[in-house]
């Protein structure tokens, strides 16, 4: 019986197993039995089998069995029963940023503060499974992706264009591209949900001139229509569609339209999220090395950087009964021999956010641009996202209409700041 057939997502065969097991032989009589809970969906199933798998191999006295959950709220709501009811899997994965603070960190997880691989953790994936109380509960589980601008090699070939830094670089490759008759800036509000990347993918330069932001706005001191560097994003909606950059079928395309248009040529620039590799290469994989990616550009050129959208936290319930075998496993992911596990099921759709942890040659070019960001010197940090509970749903409507010449950036702001008050009283959130 191999080790892979033991994968299972019904904790009750898990006995059986363990018995038949224990016949192949005394090597693993005396084995740990770990169980390790994690999202349903394929492809994180082939991850966790193959991080398993070589853990296993190094590891002969531990076998781990798999459990699956779905995923979405009802995912949400059985993680935060199963720790509320002492009935947790030894390891699970799960969230980083507000949705790990959900869960009582500080109660339910094991502190892994000192963990001797913490050295190797980036500090941008670190404050993103802080509990409250300062100490560190978690480690990265997958890749990075980046909230910036996908753009069309050849079209910057073609016109002489270098990577902008600033924002004032940005816009004058923009009236290169449009003087050549091209589309300079692909919108896709047919999706609404595209048409909030100039805000979202805007956070690092945000932090980067005021790094107490989402605490203050967490607590109801900051706002985006009275911060000026948060103000920004908005304006620079603004300013794309004033400028006529955009496709002119922008109020009805599609993500999936964007995507083609960027990849073929179609359109120089389109801001997105860094999945969006995947699916491009599954898509137009012929054109794959035609999409490059860039950081967001603010306002000064010393200051460029990427904001981040954290893969999920790896967690131990300090339920366990095997905590010295789970923070081995634990060690295993975090480790470089973790990542090329990780990669070799996966593919390598970003950057780990583990020191020494390298991709393959061949990756993708949006994949290898966004590297130097996560390079020792490089700068990167979380999307607002993760280091606040506050994201009003209106936002997808509000950037739609700045977005669209309907209702100016200072409005579309204020509005926002109207709809983050309402969340924000929902939660109980002191200060609004």
């Known amino acids: 019986m191999t080790k892979t057939s033991r994968r299972i997502a019904l904790a009750g065969l898990s006995a059986g197993l363990m018995a038949m097991t224990a016949l192949t032989g005394a090597a693993h009589a005396q084995s740990i039995n770990l169980t390790y809970l994690i999202p349903s969906g394929a492809d994180g199933v082939a991850v966790a089998e193959e991080l398993v ?82 100490t560190v509960r978690g480690a990265p589980m997958g890749a990075a992706m980046g909230g910036g601008i996908y753009y069309n090699k050849a079209i910057y070939e073609e016109l002489g264009l270098s990577i902008p830094k600033t924002w004032a670089e940005f816009m004058a490759n923009n009236e290169k591209i449009k003087a050549a008759g091209k589309v300079a800036v692909i919108q896709t509000y047919g999706d609404t949900w595209t048409s909030q990347l100039f ?110 959208w954290m893969p999920d936290g790896l ?39 583990v020191n020494g942890c390298t991709l393959p040659d061949d990756v993708p070019p949006a ?16 999307a607002l996202e993760f280091l606040s509970p506050i994201k009003g749903p209106a936002l997808e409507q509000i950037t739609v209409e700045v977005g669209s010449g309907i209702r100016p950036a200072a409005d579309g702001a204020a509005l926002y700041d109207e709809d983050v008050r309402k969340q924000a009283q929902q939660l109980g959130l002191p200060g609004w």
Not at 58 to 73: F, H, K, L, M, V
Not at 268 to 288: E, K, Q, V
Not at 327 to 351: I, L, M, N, W, Y
Request: hydrophobic letters at 40%; charged letters at 20%.
């Open 315 to 353: 967690y131990i319930p300090n339920t366990t009964s095997n905590l010295d075998a789970a923070k081995r496993f634990v060690a295993f992911v975090a480790s470089v021999e973790g990542c090329e596990a990780q990669t070799r099921a996966g593919g390598a759709s970003g950057p780990y956010l």
């Open 53 to 134: 798998k070589s853990f296993e191999a190094a590891n002969p006295d531990i076998n781990i069995d798999i459990e699956t959950r779905p995923g979405g709220s009802e995912g949400d709501n059985l993680v935060k029963t199963r720790l509320a009811t002492s009935s947790m899997a030894d390891i699970f994965r799960y969230n980083s940023g507000s949705l790990f603070q959900a869960i009582n960190p500080a109660q339910f997880l094991v502190d892994l503060t000192n963990e001797p691989w913490q050295a190797d953790v980036q500090a941008s994936f670190k404050q993103v499974v802080t509990a409250p109380d300062g």
């Open 367 to 382: 994949v290898s641009d966004m590297l130097p960001y996560f390079a020792e010197g490089g700068q990167n940090g979380p």
């Open 199 to 308: 805000v979202l993918a805007d956070y690092y330069n945000v932090s980067a001139k005021d790094p107490s932001f989402a605490s203050r706005y967490t607590a109801g001191e900051a706002k985006f229509a009275t911060d000026a560097a948060a103000l920004r994003g908005f304006e620079k909606l603004q300013e794309t569609h004033d400028a006529g950059l955009f496709n002119e079928d922008f109020g009805a395309a599609k993500y999936d339209d964007g995507l083609r248009m960027v990849a073929s040529g179609e359109g120089a620039h389109y801001p997105m999220l860094t999945f969006a590799t995947t699916a491009i290469a599954a898509s137009y994989p012929d054109m794959l090395d035609n999409v490059g990616f860039f950081a967001q550009p603010g306002d000064e050129a010393d200051l460029n950087g990427l904001t981040v």
